[in-house]
């Protein structure tokens, strides 16, 4: 990373709170957690913000959610968080041949119709945001997509492009260890009147 963080020892108040959210799941706090210790409100929003867009009552699927966040991570050459992606892609049943294909060229992967056209939303969004009308939101309709799996799939997109600026941006290099617990990783929702929550 290419600023200073605070470590876990040193953390107090809100950014203390935080961490253990992750540390009660991880054993310590991600790279990505660590990153916006400076200012510990930003933390609690960001894994606020993990917890609610991976727990959208939708019927999109893990597996689906997974395939938008591989694929904006991938085309944003995030490798950090393709990494941590790749875990869960093949707890959900793809191949590593599978995987690869999905990061050079995501329009030649064989997927269901469904998850086809997810991904194509994924990348037209990532790519050329601007050029998303509500044609793609009908396209995604004729496909089974109900309005909150389309929330859904544009709030997952749109939550790992975030996520991909800050890990890009600020220098997270490394890539998760092949053990890592993935899903894990999700926080938990912070309680009710929590700091952050």
Known sequence: MWISTVPYADAEGELKAAYDR??????????????GSLYPPIVSTRLDLYAVTERCPSKLTPHQRNLISFVTSALNGTEYCMSQVTI??????????????????????????????????????????????????????????????????????????????????????????????????IPEEAPSGAAGG
């Open 22 to 35: 992750q540390v009660s799941a991880l054993g310590e706090p991600t790279e990505m957690t660590l990153v």
């Open 88 to 185: 869960k892609l093949r707890e959900t049943g793809f191949s590593n041949d599978q995987i690869v294909l999905l990061a050079k060229d995501p329009s030649r992967v064989d997927l269901p119709p469904a998850d086809r056209e997810l991904v194509r939303y994924a990348t037209k969004l990532t790519e050329h945001p601007n050029s998303v009308t509500e044609a793609d939101i009908e396209r995604l309709r004729s496909h089974g997509f109900d309005d909150l799996d389309i929330l859904d799939a544009n709030s997952q997109c749109a939550h790992l492009n975030y996520i991909n600026r800050v890990v890009c941006g600020l220098g997270i290099k490394n890539v998760v260890d092949p053990d890592f617990p993935a899903y894990a990783a």
